[in-house]
């Protein structure tokens, strides 16, 4: 079965203070990589999809990258209102109907002031 | 542009009465629908995925007699929580998708359910 495992489970950032969000998967057969945002009480927001490795997209302050194993959400110089947990989910050749999304956990997202 | 979105935002209900909950694309064709349930700090968890106009398919453990789903047209797909219970009480999300593998899955807002 696909897997996603995203690290770390949380994060705490000072305001300006850059990193990057991990997610490492397993899948056969890679159809998509997608990052999504989600505040609490709130539905997923799309941020990015990736289909191969070497791809890159930026939108504001992130930046998603893709490697055949990982992927990286780089987060320049954060600010508070990027605080919210990121979720990565794969899409894979393979297996479940319809094209299912397998999720990580989430990475949670703190920007202090 | 691919807005999702959901009615009610929330809902609170008596035990043993059913609840519908819609999803409906606003600004396009969603070939695909797709029903989660989320727990308190923890991921999404598939329930099940639908074509338009086709029997929805169910993962495992998802009794497809309590929650029943309709995708009765491209726009709009329904869950309809049957029988209610307190631990059906949980935050409901779907999401939509035009194209085949690879396209992206929106969101909709998500609907939390409370069951009394």
């Known amino acids: 079965e696909d897997q996603v495992t995203q690290s770390p489970e949380a994060l705490r950032l000072q305001e300006g203070e850059s990193s990057s969000l991990n997610c490492s998967y397993t899948?056969?057969?890679?159809?998509?990589l997608f990052w999504y945002r989600q505040d609490p009480g709130k539905g997923p927001e799309f941020l990015f999809t990736l289909y191969s490795a070497g791809e890159e997209k930026e939108k504001e302050r992130l930046k998603a990258t893709l490697t055949k194993k990982e992927s990286f959400l780089h987060i320049t110089a954060p600010k508070p209102e990027d605080s919210a947990t990121y979720l990565c989910?794969?899409?894979?050749?393979?297996?479940?109907?319809?094209?299912?999304?397998?999720f990580g956990r989430g990475t949670q997202l703190t920007v202090w002031p | 542009g691919a807005v999702v979105s959901q009615h009610p935002s929330w809902v609170i209900c008596k035990s043993g009465t059913s609840v519908k909950i819609e999803c409906r694309s606003l600004d396009f064709q969603a070939t695909t629908m797709f029903w989660y349930r989320q727990f308190p700090k923890q991921s999404l968890m598939l329930m099940a995925t639908s074509n338009e106009g086709s029997k929805a398919t169910y993962e495992q453990g998802v009794e497809k007699d309590k929650f029943l789903i309709n995708h009765a047209s491209l726009t709009l797909s329904t869950l309809t929580v049957t029988s209610a219970h307190p631990e059906d009480s949980s935050f409901y999300i779907c999401?939509?998708?035009?194209?085949?593998?690879?396209?992206?899955?929106?969101f909709g807002p998500g609907t939390r359910l409370l069951v009394l």
């Open positions: 989910a794969v899409q894979g050749k393979g297996g479940s109907t319809l094209g299912r999304l397998y």
């Open positions: 999401s939509a998708r035009a194209g085949g593998w690879g396209e992206t899955q929106y």
């Open positions: 899948v056969s057969g890679l159809r998509g």
